[in-house]
């Protein structure tokens, strides 16, 4: 975690779903693939919000909105602007989701305000997350 990133404090983004080109290409290949799942646990970032909160390509970020956090992996992407992030469709996407929306399974796009902030916490797999989620230990 930056020096940078600890004293800017939160990133406060409008959180955007959207569904990659790679997940496009794995939905036919290979569906329900692992490569499909992790591809989702990223936030995609524009190089001003990285660069002005101290954020490194790969680096774990704490995603909250008002219905969760998660953590995943942050990328610089040239597909947004400064303060609106875009996250895949996926389960990472689902967590922090108004939980009365459906969010998988069609075209429709969501925004969420959001914050975003460096975090040493790991992304977790797909088991520990759901565990997570269904308030299981992934161990049970």
Request: hydrophobic content about 35%.
């Amino acid at each position: 975690m930056s020096l940078v990133g600890l004293l800017m404090g939160k990133l406060e983004v409008r959180l955007c779903n959207a569904r990659s080109l790679e997940q496009n290409k794995m939905m036919v290949k290979e569906p329900g693939s692992k490569s499909y799942v992790e591809s989702t646990a990223v936030v995609l970032l524009s190089k001003e919000d990285m660069d002005r909160y101290g954020i490194k390509n790969g680096d774990s970020v704490k995603v909250t909105t008002k219905f969760g956090a998660v953590v995943v992996k942050a990328y610089q992407t040239d597909e947004t602007k400064k303060g609106i992030a875009l996250m895949p469709n996926g389960p990472w996407f689902n967590s922090i989701a108004d939980p009365d929306i459906d969010t998988t399974g069609n075209n429709s796009y969501y925004v969420l305000n959001a914050g975003i902030e460096a975090t040493n916490e790991e992304v977790l797999g797909t088991e520990k997350l759901f565990g997570k989620l269904l308030g299981k230990d992934a161990n049970e």
